[in-house]
């Protein structure tokens, strides 16, 4: 009787077991800790081997942003122009990037024709429709028909967004203030006098921010915004612009903005408070991909943190939209990590 009791019992447990739904074990695919990559870099001449393309394909990025200076011609030649991107566009580690990769970006002055040049250069509308075609942008774009180089795009993963503004500081850019007391280059000029953006790009800049809902937005601007006291080309030789794009970021309440810029052959981060804005503004440069500024030895730069990287450098981002962090990398030949710095916004 007891055997058979046990018996009984197996057998109604094994019975009942069975009735039960299969339980099926869900393996969820582990979360990497970052939803979205960006990477950016200026500063490309097309003559020197690029050693960085095959570390920047490695990490995987959903947009490259060229930061500007991206082939090195100087001329108002239109052929030579178009040979020197044809030549980038056939080297084959930057292929791949272009393979795996989406690309937008910004000129600089180097690749715009004109040394330092702003809207005084006369080759600018040519110049312009190859940079465009440089960036494979569609024949009927209203791109095409628009003066200057400016545009937006919205990078988007499953939890959030990241808007990417991208400035055009030269096509508009009026004339610098040369400095004649010091052995600087350039000085700011007389408050309210003269432009970086121009009019219309300063109202499609507004429309941009004010209209934006992503978790971050990146504008992107060839020249340093931030950093202030060095003699060359930024944005504080014109103050009131820099004071202009600081009262637009405040009253438009955009999430999340930081800046990328490129253009001074050192890459560093600045970073200064904003009144009224919870977050502080973050200047990320990134330069240069092949060349550097080797006699570098010291600058001021108030709104620095960290140290000046004088070496070979791209810059990647990382966004966390659950944390509302970006961690900011500064990476170089080996994919070495020369630097970061966390952003919390």
């Known amino acids: 009787m007891k055997i058979r009791l046990i018996v009984s019992a197996f057998v109604l447990t094994a019975f009942v077991q069975g009735c039960k739904t299969p339980k099926v074990e869900v393996v969820k695919q582990a979360k990497t800790q970052y939803d979205t990559t960006i990477a950016f870099g200026s500063c490309n001449k097309q003559n020197i081997e690029n050693k960085l393309w095959v570390e920047v ?24 122009l178009e040979a020197d991107y ?12 272009r393979e795996t990769t989406k690309i937008t970006g910004t000129w600089d002055d180097h690749d715009y024709g004109l040394n330092d040049g702003g809207v ?4 600018k509308k040519g110049s312009q429709q190859l940079f465009l075609d440089f960036l494979k942008v569609p024949k009927d774009s209203e791109r095409r028909y628009r003066k200057g180089v400016y545009s937006s795009q919205i990078v988007k993963a499953l939890n959030g967004s990241v808007k990417v503004i991208v400035l055009d500081t030269r096509y508009f850019r009026t004339a610098l203030t040369d400095d004649k007391k010091n052995k600087n280059r ?3 000029g007389v408050y309210g006098e003269g432009t970086i953006l121009g009019e219309k790009q300063w109202q499609w800049l507004e429309a941009e921010l004010n209209g934006s809902d992503a978790d971050f937005n990146i504008i992107v601007s060839s020249i340093q ?22 009262s637009l970021i405040k009253k438009s309440n955009a999430k999340g903005v930081m ?48 140290e000046v990287v004088p070496e070979l450098s791209f810059g990647v981002l990382k966004f966390n939209f659950e944390a509302k962090t970006v961690l900011m990398e500064m990476r170089g030949v080996g994919n070495i990590l020369q630097q970061k710095l966390l952003q919390t916004y």
């Open 57 to 80: 394909v490695k990490h995987k990025p959903d947009l490259w942003i060229w930061g500007g200076d991206n082939v090195y011609a100087d001329t108002d030649n239109m052929k030579k």
């Open 259 to 306: 800046v990328l810029s490129g253009d001074r052959h050192i890459s560093e981060f600045s970073k200064t408070k904003i009144e009224g804005v919870s977050f502080p503004l973050v200047d990320f440069t990134s330069s240069g991909l092949t060349h550097v500024y080797n006699g570098f030895t010291s600058e001021s730069n108030k709104y620095r943190v960290l």
């Open 225 to 246: 915004v931030l950093s202030a006291e060095h003699g060359f080309e930024k944005w504080s030789n014109f103050p009131h612009e820099v004071d202009k794009l600081k």
């Open 86 to 97: 044809n030549k980038l566009l056939a080297n084959e580690d930057y292929k791949r990037l």
């Open 186 to 188: 350039y000085e700011p």
């Open 120 to 123: 005084e250069f006369e080759a």
